[in-house]
């Protein structure tokens, strides 16, 4: 396809919320000075009952940025408030562009709408370009021998380590926006100022644990090289330590681009000379490839987003008690650190990947109830809620998930010995529980008095008998499962 230097391409952006180290953004450029950056306020996502109030005031601040990135580089971000179905074809129509580009995603949702968008736009004569850039390898790039995807991590983690990455592309510079009269066709045609959280219906007043925008996700992975990245290896799982990047909200908008990022642990591994530096980059790179395992399972198995991969667990009796269930969201439990971990979410907008393992096999395997509830609920809390992550950290605590690991249930009182064995962690989101023993924090056995004293409830379940009840169960599905076969 050929272009000229006067030819507009806009550029929808969706989970790659940055001009620098964009991929599709880079080649649309290459094509045309007259890159203009769109973004769609989707109601459907929007109105679908499942934002957290957290991940949109952290999203609208990328867009502000991002506005502002756009103007520092000769262009605009234009912002639209409907359907992309109906919205893109009607402003690409209006503003006479040649092209639509975006970078693709993994998601069954946006499958299924970009191709219906493609179609749209290519129905009224305008070209579309999709590009893998939220990935360092494409889907198709990594597959086993037979040419099926990976189901087991660590093969996929042997092929996709091995293989060359892509550096940092390009940053939007010297590009061309819209004329006066071409943005007032524009206003015509649906956009509009960008709009607050607030204004959207999404309120949100604690900090944010991690700031808006490309510029903050640069200093955190920075700082994170700089200082944490080093220890990363132990100090992962204390969650009372900044011993992690937090930088899941900034990797799951694309507030920083994942080349951006690797080309940093690059830097980190050339500069260093010690074995246990390299250990430690090597689990962090681990956890990016843990990131795109999920999104290679996602785009493979579209059918993860509704349920159990493995047998046993699709028909596993789960007793879905709703009080329960509300213990857990509340962070009542009478588990300190499982109550801990679900008010720091419930505060903070973010949690703990040791605490997610616990948390989740808390409600799984001691309380009983199907992990696709606790999946809903970390996607209306979380700050950087992603789909194909949030289904496999689930799958993978129910044991319900594609890599089987022997039956593990997760044992709160032993995890708080290991992994907060002062207890900082708990006292720091149990204020009520400060003042008592280490000793009670960590194994929960709290006398009745402390207890009524500190108004902190008593275990809704016993963990030694719903473990042993868990395990039964299970024994009994994989027995029917034989049977059946
Ligand atoms: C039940 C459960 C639910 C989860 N839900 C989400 C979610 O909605 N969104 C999300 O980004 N992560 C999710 N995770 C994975 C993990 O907990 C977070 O990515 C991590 O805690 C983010 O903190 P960080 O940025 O400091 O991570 P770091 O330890 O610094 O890791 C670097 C990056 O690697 C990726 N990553 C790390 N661990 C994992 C993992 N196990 N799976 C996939 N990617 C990973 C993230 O992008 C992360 O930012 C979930 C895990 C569990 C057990």
């Known amino acids: 396809m050929q272009y000229t230097m006067t030819d507009l391409i806009l550029f929808w952006h969706r989970r790659d919320l940055r001009i620098a180290d964009n991929v599709g953004l880079a080649i649309a450029r290459q094509r045309s000075p007259k890159v203009v950056g769109v973004f769609c306020l989707d109601p459907e996502i929007l109105e679908g009952g499942d934002v957290a109030p957290v991940r949109m005031q952290y999203m609208i601040g990328c867009l502000q940025e991002l506005q502002e990135r756009y103007t520092a580089a000769g262009s605009q971000l234009l912002i639209l408030h409907n359907r992309p ?16 580009f975006w970078n693709k995603d993994v998601e069954p949702y946006s499958r299924s709408r970009d191709r219906e968008v493609a179609e749209a736009l290519r129905a009224s004569g305008i070209q579309v370009e999709a590009f893998w850039d939220q990935l360092l390898h494409a889907p198709q790039e990594i597959q086993a021998g037979s040419g099926q995807p990976y189901t087991v991590f660590t093969p996929f983690w042997r092929n996709w380590s091995n293989r060359t990455k892509a550096t940092p592309q390009a940053t939007l510079e010297n590009a061309q926006g819209l004329e006066p009269n071409e943005m007032a066709i524009a206003q015509q045609s649906g956009v509009i100022p960008l709009p607050t959280a607030k204004d959207l219906g999404f309120v949100w007043t604690n900090e944010l644990p991690l700031a808006p925008g490309t510029g903050a996700a640069e200093e955190r992975l920075e700082a994170f090289c700089d200082r944490a990245l080093g220890e990363y290896q132990e100090q992962r799982n204390y969650p009372a330590n900044p011993g992690t990047s937090q930088l899941s909200a900034a990797l799951k908008f694309g507030a920083i681009g994942v080349r951006t990022v690797w080309a940093a642990t690059v830097a980190v591994e050339e500069q260093s000379r010690s074995d246990e530096t390299r250990e430690n980059i090597k689990t962090w790179r681990q956890e990016l490839a843990w990131r795109e395992f999920y999104q290679h399972a996602m785009y493979a198995f579209p059918d993860l987003a509704k349920g159990a991969y493995r047998e046993p667990f699709k028909t596993f009796p789960y007793e879905n008690n709703p009080d329960f269930f509300q213990a857990w969201c509340d962070g009542k439990t009478g588990y300190p650190i499982v109550d801990a971990a679900m008010r720091q979410m419930n505060t903070v907008g973010w949690m703990h990947n040791r605490c997610r393992m616990i948390v989740a096999s808390f409600l799984v395997k001691d309380l009983f109830v199907n992990s696709q509830f606790g999946e809903r609920y970390f996607t209306q809390k979380l700050i950087d809620w992603d789909l194909s992550a949030n ?67 008593a275990p809704i379940v016993n963990h030694n008998q719903q473990q042993g009840k868990f395990k039964a169960v ?3 599905q994989k027995g029917l499962q034989a049977k059946a076969k």
């Not at 179905?85 to 639509?100: D, G, H, I, S, Y």
């Not at 129910?398 to 890599?403: F, L, R, V």
């Open 85 to 100: 179905l109906q919205a893109l074809p009607e402003l690409a129509t209006a503003l006479k562009a040649k092209a639509v």
């Open 474 to 476: 299970y024994q009994q």
């Open 391 to 457: 289904n496999g950290g689930w799958q993978w605590s129910a044991s319900s998930g594609m890599d089987p690991k022997p039956l593990r249930i997760f044992n709160p009182a032993s995890q708080a010995k290991k992994f907060d064995p002062e207890g900082e962690y708990i006292r720091e989101y149990l204020p009520e529980l400060r003042s008592l023993d280490t000793e009670m924090l960590i194994s929960g056995v709290i006398p009745v008095m402390e207890r009524d004293r500190c108004g902190y409830p």
